[in-house]
């Protein structure tokens, strides 16, 4: 079965694929960047914005909203959930639902080589540094350093990994 036969899949023709990228069924992809050698795991979402780097994992079940980039080589588990709104409403001050232009996107960046486990929840406007570790079923509210192991709600700094980790 090639990559176009694998069934309940959505990606839209504005999605921009790298070479030998896997993604598997129940998917939905639109407006997004994903690089090489990337694997897209089952009942994942991606919306348009969102950039994943070059051999990439992210474990089924997460969703990575406008303004998520994945710098290469990181790892998001299963479940992990990144948001991109500090002050998120329904509605405008006059009550009528929101649209894109009453509320600010704002970004969240993984550097390369992290790694988010699973159930994780990443508020938006942060960054996790190089290589840095988020336990399961952390909520990060603040940067995470680089080589960091964090873990907890809020997330906190566990210990540091040597730079060749």
Not at 84 to 101: C, H, V
Request: charged share 25%; proline share 3%.
């Amino acid at each position: 079965m090639s990559a176009n036969e694998i069934p309940y899949r959505l990606i839209a023709d504005n999605v921009k694929l790298g070479k030998n990228v896997k993604i598997f069924a129940f998917t939905n992809l639109y407006g997004c960047e994903i690089g090489d050698d990337t694997k897209i795991g089952t009942f994942v979402e991606i919306q348009k914005g969102a950039r994943v780097g070059n051999r990439c994992k992210v474990s089924s079940h997460s969703f990575l909203c406008e303004g998520v980039i994945l710098e290469d080589e990181v790892f998001i588990g299963h479940g992990v959930m990144f948001t991109n709104d500090r002050t998120p409403r329904a509605t405008a001050a006059d009550g009528k639902l929101q649209t894109e232009a009453d509320w600010k996107c704002e970004s969240t960046v993984i550097k390369k080589g992290a790694s988010i486990g699973s159930g994780v929840t990443l508020l938006c406007g942060i960054t996790v540094g190089e290589r840095a570790i988020v336990g399961a079923g952390s909520v990060v509210t603040k940067d995470v350093p680089k080589n960091a192991v964090v873990a907890g709600n809020p997330a906190k700094v566990l210990r540091y990994l040597p730079d060749n980790s």
